[in-house]
T-cell receptor, first 112, second 113 residues
C-alpha cells in the first residue's frame, strides 16, 4: 500500500531564501509524482508533474526532482516571495485509474 | 467559464437531510474525481469516473452516492450523513485516468450538524 510522507509539516523563512520541500513514498512503482499548491480554504493548483521516466521538471522558480530508487521527491523554490506562502502537497500516481495518494502537506510561510 | 467549478461552495445540512454537490469541468477531459479533505488528514480519493463509468470506489460508505451523467458533469449525492463527514469535498478532472495532471475545483465546504 502506497504511503506518502512530507517533511517538514511547517516551514517559515524570510523573503529571498531558497528552500527545499521533501516528499517520500513507499512504493516505487509509480506513474508520476505531482506537486500541488493549496491556499487556505481553496482548491489545489497543479505546479509540476514528473513522469516516472523523468528525473526533474522546472517551471519558473520551481524545480522538482524525482528519485524512484530512494522513493523521494523534492520541490526547490528559488528566491522565495511572500506570495509563495501556502500549503504544498505532493501526490503519487500509482495506477491506471488516476488514483493519487497525497502526503499531509508542508505549510510554508514566507515573511517579508 | 473555464476550468473546474463546484457548487455550492458552502453547505450546512442536518443528519437526516438529502443534498447534492455538483461539479462541472470545461476542459474537455474524460476523467473526473471526488476527493475528501478532512482536518489534519491527507486528501483522500473517493471515486474516479472515466468516460462516465466508475472505475474506482475507494471503500466509500453508501451514504455517499456519485453520479456522472456525462463527461462534463459529476455529482455527489449525500444522505443521512454523520458529523464526521464534515470536510472540504474537492472535484478534479484530467484528460484521462493515469499519468495526467489533475485539475481541481475550489471545493465545497460541508458541515453536518
Amino acid at each position: 500500500k502506497q504511503e506518502v510522507t512530507q517533511i517538514p509539516a511547517a516551514l517559515s523563512v524570510p523573503e529571498g531564501e531558497n528552500l527545499v520541500l521533501n516528499c517520500s513514498f513507499t512504493d516505487s512503482a509509480i506513474y508520476n509524482l505531482q506537486w500541488f499548491r493549496q491556499d487556505p480554504g481553496k482548491g489545489l493548483t497543479s505546479l509540476l508533474l514528473i513522469q516516472s521516466s523523468q528525473r526533474e521538471q522546472t517551471s519558473g522558480r520551481l524545480n522538482a526532482s524525482l528519485d524512484k530508487s530512494s522513493g523521494r521527491s523534492t520541490l526547490y523554490i528559488a528566491a522565495s516571495q511572500p506570495g509563495d506562502s501556502a500549503t504544498y502537497l505532493c501526490a503519487a500516481d500509482s495506477g491506471n485509474t488516476g488514483k493519487l495518494i497525497f502526503g499531509q502537506g508542508t505549510t510554508l510561510q514566507v515573511k517579508p | 467559464e473555464t476550468g473546474v467549478t463546484q457548487t455550492p461552495r458552502h453547505l450546512v445540512m442536518g443528519m437526516t437531510n438529502k443534498k447534492s454537490l455538483k461539479c462541472e469541468q470545461h476542459l474537455g477531459h474524460n476523467a473526473m474525481y471526488w476527493y475528501k479533505q478532512s482536518a489534519k488528514k491527507p486528501l483522500e480519493l473517493m471515486f474516479v469516473y472515466s468516460l462516465e463509468e466508475r472505475v474506482e470506489n475507494n471503500s466509500v460508505p453508501s451514504r455517499f452516492s456519485p453520479e456522472c451523467p456525462n463527461s462534463s458533469h459529476l455529482f455527489l449525492h449525500l444522505h443521512t450523513l454523520q458529523p464526521e463527514d464534515s470536510a472540504l469535498y474537492l472535484c478534479a478532472s484530467s484528460k484521462r485516468t493515469g499519468g495526467d495532471t489533475q485539475y481541481f475545483g475550489p471545493g465545497t465546504r460541508l458541515t453536518v450538524l
